[in-house]
C-alpha cells in the first residue's frame, strides 16, 4: 500500500516536472519570437526613417508606447506593401504622430 502511494506521487512528480518544463520551453519560444520580431522592425525603422526621425520615434515610445508601436507597425506595412520610396523625415513623423493620435484619442467630457 505504501509502496503504490510512493510510486503515485513519483508519476505526478514527473508529470509536473514535465508541464513546468513545456511551459518554459514555450515561454522561451515566445520570448525568442518577440525579440525577433523586435530587430526585424528596428531593421526595417532604420530603412524607413532618418535619424532625427527614428530619435523622435525613440522619444514617442517613452512617453506614448501604444502610439509609437501603431505607428511602427504602420511604417512596417507601408514598407512591405512597397508605398515608402524615400525616407520619412522627422516633419512626415510628425504629422503621422498627429494623425494617429487624433484617431485614437478619446475625448473625455465631464457634465455637471
Same mark, same amino acid.
Given at each position: 500500500?505504501?509502496?503504490?502511494?510512493?510510486?503515485?506521487?513519483?508519476?505526478?512528480?514527473?508529470?509536473? @516536472?514535465?508541464?513546468? /518544463?513545456?511551459? #518554459?520551453?514555450? %515561454?522561451?519560444?515566445? =520570448?525568442?519570437?518577440? &525579440?525577433?520580431?523586435?530587430?526585424?522592425?528596428?531593421?526595417?525603422?532604420?530603412?524607413?526613417?532618418?535619424?532625427?526621425?527614428?530619435?523622435?520615434?525613440?522619444?514617442?515610445?517613452?512617453?506614448?508606447?501604444?502610439?509609437?508601436? @501603431?505607428?511602427?507597425? /504602420?511604417?512596417? #506595412?507601408?514598407? %512591405?506593401?512597397?508605398? =515608402?520610396?524615400?525616407? &520619412?523625415?522627422?516633419?512626415?513623423?510628425?504629422?503621422?504622430?498627429?494623425?494617429?493620435?487624433?484617431?485614437?484619442?478619446?475625448?473625455?467630457?465631464?457634465?455637471?
Amino acid at each position: 500500500m505504501a509502496e503504490d502511494i510512493d510510486e503515485i506521487r513519483k508519476r505526478k512528480l514527473m508529470e509536473l @516536472q514535465k508541464k513546468y /518544463l513545456e511551459q #518554459q520551453k514555450r %515561454q522561451e519560444e515566445a =520570448i525568442k519570437k518577440e &525579440i525577433e520580431l523586435e530587430a526585424q522592425i528596428n531593421a526595417i525603422m532604420r530603412k524607413v526613417l532618418t535619424p532625427e526621425a527614428r530619435e523622435r520615434l525613440g522619444r514617442v515610445k517613452l512617453v506614448k508606447p501604444e502610439l509609437a508601436r @501603431q505607428v511602427e507597425l /504602420l511604417l512596417v #506595412q507601408l514598407y %512591405q506593401a512597397g508605398q =515608402i520610396r524615400e525616407p &520619412i523625415d522627422d516633419a512626415k513623423l510628425k504629422r503621422i504622430l498627429a494623425e494617429i493620435d487624433a484617431r485614437t484619442r478619446r475625448d473625455f467630457r465631464i457634465k455637471w
